[in-house]
């Protein structure tokens, strides 16, 4: 099974260190950027994360499910890659990208910085509604990076036409899984109890005079360094219990994720990650 460090990739310090610099340290700056920017400079980072919460960017007018037919999210850069991953049947790029509505977003190559945009712009509600999207998004992405990293076994699986195991598949897909885990785990702690508006900085350019209420829930959550460390310790533990997971199932499970995955027409958890890198479209 694939286990990424996040020490190696930050090229230095240990998951406590690190852990403890994002809460709040990082998280603080972002915030802080995100406060003192006028509504026109952040207009550009908002319209990405729109476009790729969109379940039509995604390729299906249901959960986010993409579709080998185009969309305008996914297609250009997934719908080879991932359906190689998934079925073993090469799909031609020049084809799909033709299909591609010019100025498209390529949401799946976006969703690490998209991950990071909506933990500074988006709602509570916001976040749960586009989660599901986000997950196969963030599937397609580990999907993608896999194949990067065994062209060998990509080129295999375009001569032999079969599906890969579903143990490949997860060991594809785990990173950004993970990763979506730890994203929503920070999402449910440091924007709780938000409620009251507040007012906001203004200005001739903004469209908004006041900010919503999970924005001063986050401020006094990261002001408060105490529970920033307790949370850096808990984001760890999450982290732990995630890589310790032997599959899709137990690792959705751990991030809170298997009722929603399993809502859906998918009959299993293992079944949805095939679904979603071959870009079938599900109900529900």
């Not at 499910?65 to 020049?94: F, I, L, M, R």
């Not at 998209?114 to 999207?133: D, F, N, Y």
Request: glycine fraction near 12%; hydrophobic fraction near 35%.
């Amino acid at each position: 099974m694939h286990r990424g460090s996040f020490s190696e990739d930050a090229k230095g310090g240990g998951r406590s260190s690190n852990a403890r610099l994002l809460l709040p340290g990082l998280l603080q700056l972002g915030r802080y950027y995100a406060s003192q920017c006028y509504s026109a400079e952040l207009a550009p980072h908002r319209a990405l994360l729109a476009q790729c919460c969109s379940a039509s960017n995604s390729g299906s007018s249901s959960d986010g499910a993409g579709s080998s037919g185009g969309g305008t999210g996914s297609s250009s850069s997934s719908s080879s890659s991932s359906k190689d991953v998934g079925q073993g049947a090469g799909n031609d790029a020049g084809s799909s990208a033709s299909s591609t509505s010019p100025g498209a977003v390529d949401a799946v190559a976006a969703m690490p910085h998209v991950l990071a945009l909506s933990l500074l712009l988006q709602s509570p509600e916001e976040w749960r509604a586009a989660r599901k999207v986000l997950l196969r998004h963030c599937i397609r992405h580990g999907m993608q990076q896999w194949l990067a990293s065994h062209p060998q076994q990509q080129l295999l699986q375009q001569g032999e036409q079969q599906p890969l195991p579903d143990d490949v598949l997860f060991e594809a897909a785990a990173p950004m899984l993970r990763l979506f885990g730890l994203v929503d785990w920070i999402q449910g702690w440091v924007k709780r109890g938000s409620s009251i508006p507040i007012a906001s900085k203004g200005s001739s350019t903004s469209s908004s005079a006041s900010a919503s209420g999970w924005q001063a829930a986050m401020d006094a959550r990261l002001q408060d360094l105490g529970s920033c460390a307790e949370a850096a310790e808990q984001l760890l533990e999450q982290l732990e219990e995630m890589e310790g997971a032997d599959g899709a199932q137990e690792l959705l499970d751990v991030m809170g994720l298997l009722g929603e995955v399993l809502s859906g027409a998918c009959g299993s958890c293992e079944q949805f990650v095939r679904d979603t890198s071959q870009g079938t479209p599900a109900a529900g």
